[in-house]
């Protein structure tokens, strides 16, 4: 089964909103062995939307818009459907009386005709009620294609999409089995894994495929397995990241796309009742920041001192002025007082410094562009590593954040077994 997801909206085209719907979208129906065959940006004018309506038709089974259905005039996916269906706009009384409530009963203003125009309907359309927002959705058959018309605001649509969409799609069509695997990796780039990992990919059954997803620092592998016996899918998938670890274990660092490194370094934080800190200069705070995306971080991570300017290293992280005069502030000197006074004043078990050159430019006697020292303070000693992330500012920042969480990582499973 296949679908198609279509955007519509200029505000998406000139980059005034960036699109999360169709992610949402597709991961839902991935769930339930839908295949997302392709996702569609397109203008909020008629005949452009009439044309996209025309070429998806009998060529994929669902496709799934959002956008178009506020109660401004430059909103006219309802027009357009009932233009490409041949059918009228009709007041849904059930639509209607729960916008009336909304407007009237929690906003406490009187309706206006605006409002009311979000219960028109086409009149050959399947109403998808919207027990979130003001406009319903819509679900229209034509041919072997099903057309399903969404509001654009991200919560109206999640909901529409959870409890109207997903159970009907379940319900009325058979639909094979979609297993994934997503398996995290640090430390080393993509060609050097698939060279590792070639005769094993080469031996995987033809139903599962690999598909390498790298990132500044990291790269994510993820198995696909498709069919219709999930039980045969879900021990295939297994057996094969089974015989991937035992390959590539020593630098694997979590599984699936919620077991991010800072859930890893969260749980092992959390199980050893184990505390950490951060001392920022040319990462920014971005290893903060991402310690602290995990629910329940306050368990472990005490807090970060961004030391940009120089002054604030001295005056706050208690770093020597003689140390930065006589190494610089790019230095595995700075990064090691960095890490130690971070540890200091935030009382913590384990504490992360950062300092280093993410450019776009370097002043003579400063450090080469991409250097980066990355200092780790633990309970028990001291260490700092050298890097050269090259460039871009943005590849510099990433690698260094991601690279520092790596050499957490592994400093806390050491400490786990020693």
Known sequence: MKATIVTIGDEILIGQIVDTNSGFIAKALDKIGVET??????????????DTFSNLQNKVDLVIITGGLGPTKDDITKHTFCEYFDDVLVVNQQVLSHVTQIIEGIYKRPITQLNKDQA??????????NKVGTAPGMWMKNQNTVYISLPGVPYEMKYLVENEIIPKVVKEYKRPY??????????????????????????????IKLAYLPSPGKVRLRLTARGKDEQILLKAIEENVQSLTNIIGDIIVGFDENETIEVVIGKLLTQQGKTISTAESCSGGKIAQMLTSVAGSSAYFRGSVVSY????KTSVLGVDAK???????????????????VQKLMKTDYAIATTGNAGPTSEPGNAEVGTVYIALATPNR??????????PRE??????????LEIVQKEILKNAYS
């Open 323 to 341: 140390i930065i005069d006589a190494f610089s502030v790019v230095s595995s000197e700075v990064a090691k007082e960095m890490a130690l006074g």
């Open 382 to 391: 001291v260490f700092v590593e050298e890097f050269n992330f090259g460039q």
């Open 178 to 207: 979609i297993v994934h695997r997503t398996i995290l990796t640090y430390g080393q780039g993509e060609s050097m894994i698939a060279e590792r990992i070639e005769n094993w990919e080469n031996k995987l059954p033809e139903f």
């Open 395 to 404: 590849k510099v920042i990433d690698r260094t954040s991601n690279k520092a």
């Open 309 to 312: 300017a120089t002054d604030i």
């Open 120 to 129: 028109l309907v086409p009149s050959k359309c399947e109403v998808l009620f």
């Open 37 to 50: 065959v392709e996702m569609l940006s397109i203008s909020d004018k008629k005949q452009h939307i009439l």
